[in-house]
């Protein structure tokens, strides 16, 4: 089975960057999206292919896949993207198809 | 307004079966491929199944294998999941996702989800 791997937490001050990894074997061969989940809400799709944004999402959003990482890139990070984020890629096989990392919390310091 | 509604949640006994439905509105339903994403409580989420817009390909998490079954009509604009022998950790709140095409991709547009609490 395919498995998608992020660290369980991550921290930054506002206006700093945060970066968020999703590892996973070969990644960068496949399209990663990620989405943002706040308490008490459903997911949001925040990056798709790799580095798309949907509209209604600030340009402050950004994702890069290369090797074996994906990564979630939030610029100048405000309060209120304190959040869940999920890694997510769509990879066939036996047992599954769609595949979600295991999701980080981002708390804003 | 383009929206996503979950519903038949309830409390189940192990063993027990449930079905679940998502109604849509605001786009046309047969051109999307749909799908089922659950998250059990304090946990992360979990993809538990797929269809096409046009039923060729339906996808199941090991999981649920044999035990669920996804379903759509596109004529009566509304998609099912139909849940037998539940567990324990079945338990969970369930979404309804919409791809952006045809074929599952990814997950566009989420509903509130429904929870399914077995006992």
């Known amino acids: 089975s395919y498995v998608l791997t992020q660290p369980p937490s991550a921290s930054v001050a506002p206006g700093q960057t945060a970066r968020i990894p999703c590892g996973g074997d070969n990644i960068g061969s496949k399209s990663v999206h990620w989405y943002q989940q706040k308490p008490g809400q459903a997911p949001v799709l925040v990056v798709y292919?790799?580095?798309d944004r949907p509209s209604g999402i600030p340009e402050r959003f950004s994702g890069s896949n290369s090797g074996n990482t994906a990564t979630l890139t939030i610029s100048r990070v405000e309060a209120g993207d304190e959040a869940d984020y999920y890694c997510?890629?769509?990879?066939?096989?036996?047992?599954?198809?769609?595949?979600f990392g295991g999701g980080t919390k981002l708390t804003v310091l | 307004e383009v929206q996503l509604a979950e519903s038949g949640g309830g409390l189940v006994k192990s063993g027990e079966s449930l079905r679940l439905s998502c109604a849509v509105s605001g786009f046309d339903f047969s051109k999307y491929s749909l799908n089922w994403v659950r998250q059990a409580p304090g946990q992360g989420l979990e993809w538990v199944s797929s269809i096409s817009s046009s039923s060729d390909f339906i996808y199941y998490a090991d999981s649920v294998k044999g035990r669920f079954t996804i379903s759509r009509d596109n004529a009566r604009q509304t998609l099912d999941l139909q849940m037998t022998k539940l567990r324990v950790d079945d338990t969970g709140l369930y979404f309804c996702?919409?791809?952006?095409?045809?074929?599952?991709?990814?997950?566009?547009?989420w509903g509130r989800g429904t929870l399914v609490t077995v006992s």
């Open positions: 292919d790799d580095n």
């Open positions: 997510q890629v769509w990879h066939v096989s036996s047992d599954h198809a769609g595949v």
């Open positions: 996702a919409r791809d952006p095409a045809g074929v599952p991709q990814y997950f566009q547009l």
